[in-house]
């Protein structure tokens, strides 16, 4: 199943590199063919087989010659790592909801980082499948999960709340609220703790980063919160929380 799992990946990562650009941007996904981004001709079958079209064009348009980039054939490698990831802690059908999780969790850390924003379609699917993966693989305690679902919304709903109450801006953005009920959907009440300490970790290492780099942190800076809550996520589901639960 990994091999059958690592052959789809490519092409799962190429459709999630269309959904993160496409859904922070307001564009359709599901209809509109794909152009090319510097000259508009639009892309035919042999310009989108993942990795190996970006590969033989040496990451150029073939129509106009400009580079492309490293964006999708990096998403489409990415999406097989989570493959491979997967595979070292889960086996047989968990593995195929890792990768599931795994790969909406690699979109919204994509949508994030590239807009700040967490796209509604994926909070709500990251919320529906861990529901559904509870439920299969975690029956005897979906009442935890529907705790973290909703606990973890309420918590981060009720921060936002209250640093617009305070701050008079927009802090904390309504997608984090809606992530962390998928985040506790997957991984029930007992996880989410680890999840926050783990993104707040990472969002502090990426704060000290660009301090380092010589970009000093602003009070009103925005940094992707919902990228390290993807981060947090995946590290939880395949290793547990620190407090096993």
Avoid: N
Avoid at 16 to 36: I, M
Avoid at 113 to 120: G, Q, V, Y
Avoid at 156 to 178: C, P, S, T, V
């Amino acid at each position: 199943m990994p091999w059958i799992l690592l052959i789809v990946a490519p092409f799962i990562g190429s459709f999630l590199g269309v959904l993160a650009v496409r859904l922070a941007d307001g564009r359709p996904v599901l209809w509109g063919r794909s152009t090319c981004d510097a000259c508009g001709h639009k892309l035919g079958a042999r310009d989108l087989v993942p990795i190996l079209s970006w590969a033989v064009s040496r990451g150029r348009c073939r129509y106009c010659g400009v580079r492309v980039g490293w964006f999708y054939p990096g998403v489409e490698v990415a999406a097989m790592a989570v493959v491979g990831w997967a595979a070292t802690q889960t086996s047989g059908s968990v593995l195929i909801a890792s990768c599931v999780l795994g790969w909406t969790l690699l979109a919204l850390a994509l949508a994030d980082w590239r807009s700040f924003l967490l796209p509604d379609a994926l909070t709500i699917f990251l919320v529906i499948s861990g529901l559904v993966s509870a439920y299969l693989f975690d029956g005897d305690h979906m009442l935890d999960h529907l705790i973290g679902a909703l606990g973890g919304f309420l918590a981060f709903a009720a921060i936002a709340l209250g640093y617009r109450a305070l701050r008079g801006r927009e802090g904390l953005g309504w997608g984090d609220a809606k992530f962390m009920a998928g985040a506790g959907a997957w991984l029930a009440w007992q996880g989410l703790p680890t999840v926050v300490l783990f993104a707040a970790a990472f969002g502090f290492l990426f704060v000290l980063t660009r301090a380092l780099a010589g970009r000093a942190a602003q009070a009103a800076d925005r940094i992707p919160f919902g990228t390290f809550l993807a981060g947090a996520t995946w590290l939880v589901w395949l290793y547990g929380p620190l407090v096993p639960g």
